[in-house]
């Protein structure tokens, strides 16, 4: 158990839709990061938020938008669905100690198909 | 851009046998960090081991051990006595230091592990 929770774990929408994904990081961590992994591949980092603002953020489009929240809570938030957008979601989060390397503790994700 | 290079992509292994698992990396910085993740089928991504760059000593942790190769950027995974449960994808990840959540993937390797 890493003591990260998403939800939902699995669901479907419709190109052009918007989407919600939620995920509760571990008490006390105050960096949470989102991954996008398609079939097959590894995980692709979108971005990370620390104390609550974005502070670092991958090769995807503005659609893609996030909120980090005091209770260690956060959302994944994407506008505008594709078909290219289905994968699964992984939230992450740490606990950021300045220049020394922090265990980032995966949850077990979230599977969006977009139909 | 730091890139990292998983060159197989389906490996087997005999119960109680050895294995190791090969994984390149690209950088300029001196200071970073390398991971071993293991990812299930439950799709849940889980730590195997870590390895600080500045360390000259290689990580272990029970059955699992790296050997890195900072000069040649080298980072192989080495499990022994392999068990059933082992079988699952495994990634390697590179993060540089001070990098609070912005972890790089490889394509993953899918091991299996055969009785």
């Known amino acids: 158990e890493t003591g990260v929770t998403q939800s939902p774990t699995h669901l479907i929408k419709t190109r052009g839709q918007q989407v919600t994904l939620r995920c509760s990081s571990q008490s006390g961590h105050n960096t949470v990061s989102w991954y996008q992994q398609a079939l097959g591949q590894g995980p692709q980092f979108i971005f990370q938020y620390y104390r609550e603002e974005e502070n670092g953020r991958g090769n995807f489009p503005p659609r893609f938008s996030g909120l980090q929240f005091p209770n260690y809570s956060s959302e994944l938030n994407v506008n505008a669905l594709e078909l290219d957008d289905s994968a699964l979601y992984l939230c992450?989060?740490?606990?950021?100690?300045?220049?020394?390397?922090?265990?980032?503790?995966f949850g077990e994700g979230s599977w969006l198909t977009v139909v | 851009a730091q890139t990292v290079t998983q060159s197989q992509p389906e490996m087997s292994v005999q119960e109680a046998e050895t294995v190791t698992l090969s994984c390149t990396y690209d950088?300029?910085?001196?200071?970073?960090?390398l991971f071993w993740y293991k990812q299930p089928p439950s799709r849940q991504m889980i730590l195997v081991i870590r390895?600080?760059?500045?360390?000259?000593q290689n990580a272990t942790e029970n059955r699992f051990s790296v050997n890195f190769q900072k000069a040649a950027k080298s980072f192989s995974l080495k499990i022994s006595d392999s068990q059933l449960g082992d079988t699952a994808m495994y990634f390697c990840?590179?993060?540089?230091?001070?990098?609070?959540?912005?972890?790089?993937f490889g394509k993953g390797t899918k091991l299996s592990v055969k009785p």
């Open positions: 390895q600080e760059a500045y360390k000259q």
């Open positions: 990840a590179f993060m540089r230091g001070g990098s609070q959540g912005n972890l790089i």
């Open positions: 992450a989060s740490s606990f950021f100690i300045g220049t020394a390397g922090n265990t980032i503790y």
């Open positions: 950088t300029s910085e001196n200071n970073y960090y």
